[in-house]
């Protein structure tokens, strides 16, 4: 793992995989580490060749960078990634975010058009979307059980928290119940699902949780105005956007609007994938960012 100060916003954890001419972003989803990307990149590997190279890294506050020390927008980590890119002297990049990643990159988008070649997201949240709050209001829950451990909060995530934060935050919103009334089927089921998500969730600092969850419910709103105007100012920037058909984190309707308001974007539907199989199933994975493969060899034609 490899550090960079940025002036003014913390340490930032990022890895290079990859040496060729042209770069490739991945921009993380949530609170989770670059190590989310782990099962993605052998696809773009194996479909790009040597002609890229793929940068990770962590938001502030995340994984292997440093505490975050003020609330976060989607804008501002727009402009966390400017400033990255401009300490590792990276001009022009092509973007790929997932989840948040996605909103961040629509961010990027519109305040620093002249750096991004092509914008993808996967499971994309949209400020647009015409039931916004509803969907999100479901944060509520979760920023309420964060409440119930502030002792924590000042903490990263490790083994020995682990289990208190995937139990008591995690598992309601997967599974649809309390921890303890699962059954002994489900409580195994949520063993494995916990012990497959912990590489990507490790190091992250749960008061960062805490201040996602907070902006959801409370912010998310305030930067409407920036995203309706800027997003409508988008042109001439290849986009691809890609949704699966059982995503119940960011329903599908949020990509179907959000596609008519981007000016020559592209939505592909993948029927019966969810929002984090292409992150952790190969056969999902493959066919997936194998769309994504198709997308940008066609841009750089």
Not at 15 to 21: F, Y
Request: aromatic share 10%.
């Amino acid at each position: 793992m490899t550090k960079i100060q940025l002036l003014g916003r913390g340490t930032v954890a990022y890895q290079w995989t990859g040496n060729g001419p042209r770069t490739v972003v991945l921009v993380n989803g949530s609170v989770f580490n670059y190590s989310q990307w782990d099962n993605v990149l052998p696809v773009l590997r194996k479909g790009l060749g040597k002609e890229y190279r793929f940068l990770r890294y962590d938001y502030v506050g995340v994984g292997g960078s440093s505490a975050k020390t003020v609330p976060f927008t989607m804008q501002d980590l727009a402009d966390e990634l400017r400033d990255l890119l401009d300490a590792l002297s990276v001009e022009r990049v092509h973007l790929l975010g997932i989840s948040k990643g996605s909103m961040v990159g629509q961010a990027f988008l519109f305040r620093h058009p002249e750096r991004a070649l092509s914008f993808c997201g996967l499971g994309n949240p949209n400020l647009l979307y015409q039931d916004l709050k509803p969907t999100f209001a479901v944060f509520r829950e979760r920023m309420e059980d964060m409440e119930k451990i502030p002792e924590l909060w000042p903490e990263r995530i490790h083994r020995r928290n682990y289990g208190r934060v995937f139990n008591g935050v995690y598992v309601p919103a997967l599974l649809s119940k309390r921890y303890n009334d699962l059954s002994m089927i489900e409580k195994f089921r949520a063993f494995i699902i916990r012990q497959i998500v912990y590489p990507s969730l490790k190091g992250t600092f749960i008061r960062t949780m805490v201040d996602l969850f907070r902006y959801y419910v409370d912010g998310i709103t305030q930067e409407i105005p920036a995203f309706a105007d800027g997003l409508s100012r988008i042109h001439d920037v290849p986009i691809l956007l890609l949704h699966g058909t059982k995503d119940t984190t960011t329903p599908i309707d949020m990509s179907r609007e959000l596609v008519k308001k981007l000016s020559g974007a592209e939505l592909v539907e993948f029927e019966g994938v969810t929002h984090m199989g292409p992150l952790l199933l190969k056969k999902e994975s493959e066919l997936v960012f194998g769309r994504y493969v198709d997308f940008l060899k066609q841009v750089d034609k």
